[in-house]
């Protein structure tokens, strides 16, 4: 089980998107134990990205709400989330 850092960007991130809507932060907390413990299917739907964002990966907290995160040797990275729209856009 590799630990999870957070970027300064997601951090700023989680406390503007997630952090102030309680349903939302148990959905965060749940999927991301979940997630850290090795489950990558549904519901995390976990898939690589392209584009700009090529090289990472997201999973889904909840309908539209993502994790954008990056895998090395040491860690998962997380480095935004929040809805489709602002994390891709």
């Known amino acids: 089980m590799k630990p999870i850092r957070l970027s300064k960007y997601f951090e700023k991130s989680y406390k503007k998107r997630i952090a102030p809507v309680e349903n939302m932060r148990n959905a965060y907390i749940a999927r991301v134990a979940a997630f850290q413990a090795g489950e990558r299917g549904q519901p995390h739907n976990d898939h ?8 990472k990966r997201a999973f889904s907290i909840a309908g539209d709400v993502r994790v954008v995160y990056e895998e090395t040797k040491e860690a998962l990275i997380f480095l935004d989330t929040g809805s489709h729209n602002q994390v891709y856009n």
């Open 48 to 55: 690589s990205l392209k584009g700009n964002l090529k090289g």
